[in-house]
């Protein structure tokens, strides 16, 4: 009953618009007509006219206004990442993202996604389609939401396919002058093997490289150089043994 009195409502108001557009055009019509013949009365029907339909447009363009907004708001309100508007409004713009991960043919391969925030107007929040394609080229799309947590530029990719969620950390955004944002990536290789790999963030591509999918090796060599430039690991691997000396050291203190 509440969708049939809402339709009801919705005729009602289309028809008496309607009515109020074609009434001011005609009223408008009829006075430039008798201008010559009634010109005492041609003004009264253009003034009267012309705020009809002035009225109606005014109506229909507040109308779609107020619905912009609402859309706007529930886009907003359904975002599950937020962030302040400050922090985040600097990156409402394209980037070209590189991850290195575990292909099913041809072993760890640098792969390129492409994120496209110029057109995400959610408040507090930053969205978008991701295109990507798999290890084997075939479209792999997702919903991509981004956002900044104590200057951690933090992007979510959500698979439409229902696997696990990509978190990319880029913790050194907005630091230097670099186009290239170097972080980690904790997502699920295509051997779905759980990894935290690398990954770049560009404001602008490698080489200009914004091929979908594995990149060239020109480009790979450049994305690991990139990569160990600007993020150097404070963990060094462990030398055999050190592991052993560690707690026999430990016991000793104890």
């Not at 001011?24 to 005492?40: F, Q, R, V």
């Not at 937020?82 to 409402?92: A, F, H, V, W």
């Not at 394209?94 to 996604?113: A, I, P, R, S």
């Not at 600007?230 to 691997?237: D, L, T």
Request: with cysteine; net charge neutral; aromatic share 10%.
């Amino acid at each position: 009953m509440l969708n049939i009195k809402n339709s009801e409502n919705d005729f009602i108001i289309y028809t008496v618009v309607i009515l109020l557009l074609v009434s001011g055009i005609g009223l408008a019509g009829l006075g430039a007509y008798i201008s010559e013949t009634h010109p005492k009365l041609s003004p009264l029907l253009l003034a009267v006219g012309g705020t009809f339909f002035g009225g109606v447009f005014t109506l229909i363009l507040s109308f779609y206004r107020r619905m912009n907004v609402l859309d706007l708001l529930r886009r907003s309100l359904d975002a599950t990442f937020r962030s302040t508007e400050l922090e985040i409004d600097k990156y409402r713009k394209k980037f070209y993202q590189y991850h290195l991960t575990e292909t099913k043919n041809d072993g760890w391969q640098w792969m390129y996604v492409g994120l496209n925030f110029t057109h995400s107007d959610e408040v507090g929040t930053l969205k978008c389609r991701a295109k990507q394609v798999t290890d084997e080229d075939k479209p792999y799309p997702g919903n991509v939401e981004a956002g900044v947590r104590r200057n951690r530029f933090i992007v979510l990719r959500d698979p439409d396919s229902g696997e696990p969620t990509v978190v990319a950390i880029f913790p050194y955004m907005g630091k230097g002058i670099s186009p290239y944002h170097s972080g980690i990536c904790v997502m699920e290789t295509w051997l779905e093997n759980p990894v935290v790999t690398r990954v770049i963030l560009g404001e602008e591509p490698i080489n200009n490289w914004d091929k979908l999918g594995k990149v060239s090796p020109e480009i790979a060599k450049e994305c690991e150089k990139i990569w160990k430039t600007n993020f150097k690991s404070s963990i060094e691997p462990l030398k055999e043994g050190m592991s052993t000396r560690a707690s026999e050291q430990n016991s000793a203190q104890h």
